[in-house]
């Protein structure tokens, strides 16, 4: 196993764009994370799905935003017209369902720069 | 959430050990003591974490105040490659997300 793999490292994009991310977790893994982190601030949650199926999101996760895990395996992360606020790091971890005793484990990220 | 209070930057010397402190004064019965550590353009890393007893693993010990309102990591012989922000974080039974803070950076010294 690999561990967590996203996909583009780095992707730069016009204002008004869309772009899509791609994270694959590990395979045993049914629990996947997206998390936002910007220049100097911790990583911040956005959402996560068990399997197929999201089960929170959090209020950064505009109507701009959204996130599928169609067969419980990889994930998209889409952002619709983007924007220079949008210019982060996307995370993407995994972890081994609802054992609090398991750390997640994390990819190393998707830089986008909105431009 | 329950909130935590890390120094900004901590530095040490290569080969010396390493105490980075954490205060987590509401944390609440249920909350685990979680410890990532992420290095330069790279994703966080799991590092160690802890309940109510000390803790070691290969990487780290973890030191947990009797009243749980502290903690500490502890790195025996820090190395140039332990260099990265620690981030001390709670993690609730209730919910299945890291609340990170903007963690430590430490720096180590040859």
């Known amino acids: 196993d690999t561990g967590v793999s996203q996909d583009p490292r780095h992707k730069i994009t016009k204002r008004g764009q869309n772009v899509t991310f791609r994270c694959d977790p590990i395979?045993?893994?049914?629990?996947l994370y997206w998390y936002r982190q910007t220049l100097g601030q911790g990583p911040e949650f956005l959402t996560y799905f068990q399997n197929e199926a999201q089960l929170e999101k959090s209020r950064l996760l505009s109507d701009r935003f959204s996130a599928e895990r169609p067969k419980g395996s990889f994930s998209t992360l889409e952002i619709q017209r983007t924007e220079q606020g949008d210019s982060a790091m996307y995370l993407c971890a995994s972890s081994l369902g609802d054992r609090i005793n398991y750390g997640y484990t994390f990819g190393s990220g998707t830089r986008l720069t909105v431009v | 959430d329950a909130k935590t209070t890390q120094p900004n930057s901590m530095e040490s010397n290569e080969e010396e050990p390493v105490h980075l402190p954490c205060n987590h004064s509401?944390?609440?019965?249920?909350?685990?003591i979680h410890w990532y550590r992420q290095l330069p353009s790279q994703g966080p890393e799991y590092v160690i974490h802890?309940?109510?007893s000390n803790v070691n693993n290969r990487m780290a010990s973890l030191a947990i105040a009797e009243d749980r309102k502290s903690s500490t990591l502890i790195l025996h012989r820090a190395t140039l490659r332990d260099a990265a922000v620690y981030y001390c974080?709670?993690?609730?039974?209730?919910?299945?997300?890291?609340?990170f803070g903007t963690g430590t950076r430490l720096q180590v010294f040859p």
């Open positions: 509401t944390i609440s019965g249920t909350d685990y």
């Open positions: 974080i709670l993690r609730r039974r209730d919910t299945d997300k890291l609340i």
């Open positions: 802890g309940l109510t």
């Open positions: 395979s045993e893994h049914n629990r």
